[in-house]
């Protein structure tokens, strides 16, 4: 049973960078035609995806948060990251980390972390 | 960008049937995904590529696609279907992104 787990700041300052680690067990992160994502959902609205990871490196991102965003993967530890530069209270959200690829061709989010709240405040 | 149009809400009586609407510009050339979120808790993928289900998903929820609608249908709708309701796409034609629609609260009255 895969499992995901977020860690990281739960309190970031504006101007500064979050950064948050997505802990994979119960399956391999290394593993061909899988993607790794980062998903966002502030209080009380609904979900904004931010980018996602393939095990080769490659990565793609929201376009609206793309200059501020960075995602890598770290095989070794068995997990991926998440950083986001220069943040705004606007990105006070819950942030779930979640793995694409076991249904179909097309990505789908079949596994899901529980999901770490980031508040921006000074 | 590609947008994802969801009503805010839907209710419907116990035992009756649900149908959540998720419309976008020839939706029915894309797969279309379904997830179920309640409270507190992440969402959980219940219909993929327009109308198949995961594994431990009840035969109640399916799904279709067509033209500029998808639609996921629950069956003998239960009170433990009250939930949060997204549908998603992903969007290979313009830089590979994934489009999450609005969301729509399903209330079992």
């Known amino acids: 049973q895969l499992q995901l787990q977020e860690s990281g700041s739960g309190l970031v300052k504006p101007s500064q960078t979050l950064s948050l680690t997505c802990a994979v067990s119960g399956g391999s992160i290394s593993s061909s035609g899988y993607s790794w994502s980062w998903i966002r959902q502030p209080p009380g609205k609904g979900l904004e995806w931010i980018g996602y990871i393939y095990h080769s490196g490659s990565t793609y991102y929201n376009p609206s948060l793309k200059s501020r965003v960075t995602i890598s993967i770290d095989g070794s530890k068995s997990q991926f990251s998440l950083k986001l530069s220069s943040v705004t209270a606007a990105d006070t959200a819950v942030y779930y980390c979640?793995?694409?690829?076991?249904?179909?061709?097309?990505?789908?989010?079949?596994?899901w972390g529980q999901g770490t709240l980031v508040t921006v405040c000074s | 960008s590609y947008v994802l149009t969801q009503p805010p809400s839907v209710s419907v009586a116990p035992g009756q049937t649900a149908r959540i609407t998720c419309g976008g510009n020839?939706?029915?050339?894309?797969?279309v995904h379904w997830y179920q979120q309640k409270p507190g808790q992440a969402p959980v993928l219940v219909v993929y590529?327009?109308?198949d289900r995961p594994s431990g998903i009840p035969e109640r929820f399916s799904g279709s696609n067509s033209g500029n609608t998808a639609t996921l249908t629950i069956s003998r709708v239960e009170a433990g279907d009250e939930a949060d309701y997204y549908c998603?796409?992903?969007?290979?034609?313009?830089?590979?992104?994934?489009?999450f629609g609005g969301g729509t609260k399903l209330t079992v009255l």
């Open positions: 998603q796409v992903w969007d290979t034609s313009s830089d590979h992104r994934v489009v």
């Open positions: 979640a793995r694409a690829g076991s249904y179909g061709l097309e990505i789908n989010f079949d596994s």
């Open positions: 590529e327009d109308s």
């Open positions: 020839n939706i029915g050339s894309k797969s």
